[in-house]
């Protein structure tokens, strides 16, 4: 079943060259990647999970389009990680009336016997592109990784990436740090509050964020040609 709803606002903030900041608000999921929901058949429109959106491609190897729990499996072996069939909760959004954009995918990873393996912090861009990061957390849920994938074409590659990403209960608090020479001209946060899931609930969501992937994406992309307009200097994609 759904584990829970989150209704949460995203901030950034930029402090190099220019300082500028902006919020919005938005509504995650986090499932259970063996327990995906299963909706009223007039509400799966509004909330899909498919492996195309993260990972992929899919594996031919199992002889089907595969699952996203099967593409994380694949990519963890990649790596010498082994869950062993331990439970992954994945926080994301949820492809919406096809469309569907997630800045950043969050999965905490469990061995059998319920502790914490790894995290990976999916993320992806505008230009349909995406990289995950495979991440030891301490108990606070802090980690630290390279920059290793280009995001904005306001921010220069290199650098390293400060996390906060612990699971969550009640309450939601995800935060992320870039560090470049000494200076930290980015920081992102995600803070929000669980909610009960039912059709009701999420019917109100609807309501009240309509088309709520689309808005994200649009928005994301408002702010950059704002900070064109102000005449930021551009990362071409080409320098990666």
Known sequence: MVTALYEAEVSHTRRERIDRSFRHKVYLWLVDLDRLPRLPWWLRPFA???A???FGPHDPAVGRTATIRENLDRWLAERGVDLAGGRVLMLANARLLGHVFNPLSVFWCHRP???LACVVAEVHNTYGERHPYLLETDEAGRAETDK???V???LDMGGRYLLRLPEPDEKLSVTIALRQDGKTPFTAGLHGVRRTVS???LTRLLVRRPLMTLRVSTLIRIHGI????RRLPI???SNR
């Open 48 to 50: 899909r999970f498919e």
């Open 148 to 150: 290793a994938f280009y």
């Open 152 to 154: 904005s074409p306001f």
């Open 52 to 54: 195309r959106d993260h």
């Open 235 to 237: 990362t071409p994609r």
């Open 199 to 201: 059709p009701a609930s």
């Open 226 to 229: 704002a900070l064109w307009l």
């Open 113 to 115: 016997d319920g502790t």
